[in-house]
């Protein structure tokens, strides 16, 4: 099935660091999603982008629309060691009362204290 | 509001044979869809029902089939099990067109 394609795959950075990870794709979308996701549990969605080159945040966590509608990044300031997991990104399209979502890679993230 | 639940949340079976799991929405959701995911292939879109009908459907063989029932709930059903069927399975609500799905705790199943 489809992916898209998310970067980085994985990352070890030190407690009190920012990160960035982003997701692009040939197709667009008319919203973009970020989830994490603990071992052995569901996605739980971070933050919602609906309109091209919307910036919204969510306490540390910022994330952005791109303009192509064909990407987006999520930003976390000041990692702290309950931000490790994977980060999912997705994409939304919704034509003719159907949507159809198309998930990133996924970033896994390693915060060391 | 009480979040998606699922159950079982795990489930051992053999080869073979076939499993039902199921899934309960957030309270006024109307659309559950299912995912499956594995380390290899990632988060991959089983099908979406929305009031009861199924609307939108994966890539996946015709073992794979689901339902779901006039309160919403949904049941996803596998038929004749192989190992590659061992995975996550996760389901995931949304209030209708173009509103954001909430994912519940999924089911893992190992085929034996």
């Known amino acids: 099935g489809q992916q898209l394609n998310q970067s980085p795959q994985s990352m070890f950075i030190q407690e009190g660091e920012d990160v960035s990870m982003n997701c692009t794709s040939s197709s667009i979308f008319n919203t973009w999603l970020w989830y994490k996701q603990d071992p052995g549990e569901g996605p739980v969605l971070l933050i919602a982008?609906?309109?091209?080159?919307e910036l919204t945040s969510n306490g540390r966590l910022t994330a952005q629309f791109g303009i192509t509608r064909k990407d987006s990044f999520l930003n976390i300031s000041a990692s702290i060691p309950s931000d490790v997991g994977i980060y999912f990104c997705a994409g939304r399209l919704t034509v003719g009362g159907y949507q159809k979502v198309t998930f990133g890679t996924g970033t896994k993230l390693q915060v060391i204290p | 509001k009480a979040g998606v639940t699922q159950t079982p949340r795990y489930l051992i079976k053999t080869r073979g044979q076939q499993v039902t799991l199921s899934c309960s929405p957030i309270s006024g959701h109307r659309s559950v869809s299912w995912y499956q995911q594995t380390p290899g292939q990632g988060l991959q879109f089983l099908f979406e029902y929305f009031s009861e009908t199924q609307r939108n459907k994966g890539n996946f063989p015709g073992r794979f089939s689901g339902r779901q029932f006039s309160n919403s709930r949904s049941e996803m059903n596998v038929s004749t099990l192989e190992l590659g069927d061992s995975a996550l399975y996760l389901c995931?609500?949304?209030?209708?067109?173009?509103?954001?799905?909430?994912f519940g705790p999924g089911t893992r199943l190992l085929v034996l």
């Open positions: 982008l609906y309109k091209a080159g």
């Open positions: 995931a609500s949304s209030a209708g067109n173009g509103e954001t799905q909430y």
